[in-house]
DNA sequence: CGAGAACTTGAAAATTGTCAATAATGGTGG
DNA sequence: CCACCATTATTGACAATTTTCAAGTTCTCG
């Protein structure tokens, strides 16, 4: 489906149509969970959804945004396996959320939440990362420049870099390549980082340019001097 | 003290020098709290802190904020009354928080969250309302125009608007316009919009020059046309 | 009342977005 | 397995927005 149809589809706030092949995962703790398959790019559930049920990603990658009436996206969360979404503080879900890779969740009743204390407690620390996650993005969004974005971005797909033991650019200990698989596509990312299709697409043309990245494939890049790029993320 | 021996104050990331007047509070539902009250622009605490205490708002506005290593500032959070704010996912708090206004606190003790369960379903609630907030102002900083994030800035300030009961500019029941207090600084308005301060000026002139609002003074702003301001908010 | 801080305004520069055309990619059917 | 073609991505030229730099002006508070 072409971007912008399916870019109609979800402003229309409509329930996810394809729902995906859901059977009762049977009891575990005493809560009763469903396990749920998705195939990439299927909707869990749309903004403004009745938020009856919440999810945690067992495999696969999740992303939630937000639209403008004017179809304007802002990808606000990109959610791994193990963690939490769909938690309303209200009756309605305040963002849609989509598969991006084939993806398997694990549903719950919203009321669960209340039942179980493993659950609170888990949940609790799911929504302390996100929120660090979150405080994070918005000093992307709000301060950073598109190379700075991009930078962060390939970061985030580099385990165990960028953080604050990240020392340098010297200290090469053995290699300071990667590949990494991007998931997403050009618009996700422009989307996510607050950018253009064609901005992001420069950037990368740029890395590539400069040497730092080598474009392997259209979803897959290879990160030729990983604190190269993290020196122009602008945590340094 | 001005903005720029701020800044580098808060760069050093020494801990708040100012320590405002503590006083223990006694117990309350078993948990040991004590109250802190606090000057406007007092720290309250440090990104990269200890995270040993976590507080609740009681009066007054806080702001949560990071830094890059150059100086650039986002404010990722603005603050009302029944917040808790400082609870980390990790060992170190991920931003600073600074009061707006004077201010009164309550200091809980981190472990506090382990031991009492009506605190843990405050703090659920309250950080997915926060979580939500995060989200609208992702899409603010990540896709809205400075004339769209400045009035999204004020509808924040107006009661009960904005939201989704709030149908356009026709239906005025009898006043559509407000004395907004702003409570913050051009520049801390510029750092929470993710924008300069002379693109925020700017772009208050603009809507004074429309008749849209008129500034009683610097940190007073009467909106005149409400629903006007809020169609300009890009939510419509 | 005065002085520092905060705010406003203007002109020019930089960055990013928009529009339009081209290129490449990769999935599908023959 | 290959060729085709819709989709996705890249690139260029230009426009729009926002930032930067540099004065001024206006507050505010001691």
Known sequence: MAYAERMLDTAGGQQAADLPDALVFGLKDGMSTTAH???????VFYEGDNATRFYEVDEGIVMLFKLLPDGRRQVVEILNPGTIF?????DLYDCSAETLTRTSL???DRREVERS???QRHLTRCLLTQMETLHDHAVLLGRK???????????????QRGGIGCMGPDKESASDSLDVVLTMTRQEIADYLGL???TVSRVISDLKRRGLVTVERQDRIRINRICGICQLSGIH
């Open 106 to 108: 694990r549903a719950f």
């Open 145 to 159: 420049s598109a190379i700075e974005r991009v930078s962060s971005f390939l970061m985030r797909l580099v385990p």
């Open 86 to 90: 769909g938690v309303s503080a209200g």
């Open 117 to 119: 204390l493993p659950l």
């Open 196 to 198: 253009t299709i064609e």
């Open 37 to 43: 398959s998705h195939a990439p790019h299927s909707v």
